[in-house]
């Protein structure tokens, strides 16, 4: 993304570019550099509801998912999450949940980490969001983001290092999912990951209570990303220490960590 493309994108950094560059560059950092280190986090307004949004590009920031700790313990909590990386001498910029799970915190359908699958893809039928055809699936293959159909990614599977499945997809090849209505009333917080042509992933979290037509407008309209999930509703948890943001919501299953390369 160029600059100027970067300053259309999100007016509020134009005072903040301004400023800081000249003291980035004459301290010998480059502007690409300089644009990487912002905080990857911000505040948007779309239509009139408020949402969180970060934004990860995968050449430098390292995307990854989590679930079970080195003895085997789950983390439960983004908290958790964080102070474990932080042990280990890592820095989490920002995470979220990475999708739906059962009671006994084991991911619902297809869930992937360094490699290893752990659970399969769930392609039957059943009840509740995740079940909403077409859901979908997030992943992350040789340093690249994605986002597709289920069925469309098990046509031709990629070898991932990361995956999790969701539902239902929010955005289809640039169209909003069949089953979504305009006049709908069920209005709940929702969080989810959309890809960017330009190959950056994009999470979002509403801080008001949206339909999926106006969250999956969200990525479509504003944050341009063709393809687009939902990722989970009234437990959505975002911790984002850029902004000030720090949930700490218990039992999670699998959640998203990204990191600076």
Known sequence: MDLSTLLHAVPLLVMLVKSAVPAAVGA??????????????RNQTFESAS???CEADPKH???ELFWKNEDGDFYRSLHNLRS???????????GINAGMYHPNLMPVGLYVER??????????????????QPNGIFYLSAGKAGVRATKDYLKRPPRVDYATQSGPMLVIDGKLHPKFRYDSTSRKIRDGVGVRPDGVAVF????DVVTFHEFARLFRD??????????DGSIS???????GRNDDFWNLGPMIGVFRR
């Open 28 to 41: 010998g950092m480059g502007l690409g550099q300089w644009l990487v280190a912002l905080p990857p986090c």
């Open 237 to 243: 948890s975002l911790y984002a220490p850029g902004i």
């Open 51 to 53: 949402y969180l949004v």
């Open 222 to 231: 504003q944050l341009g990303c063709p393809n687009a999930l939902f990722l």
């Open 61 to 63: 920031f390292s995307i």
């Open 204 to 207: 979002a979290i509403s801080d």
């Open 115 to 132: 490699g290893e699958q752990v659970t399969p893809a769930k392609t039957g039928s059943g009840s509740g969001n995740f079940s909403m």
């Open 84 to 94: 474990a990386q932080q042990a280990a001498g890592r820095t989490m910029l920002f």
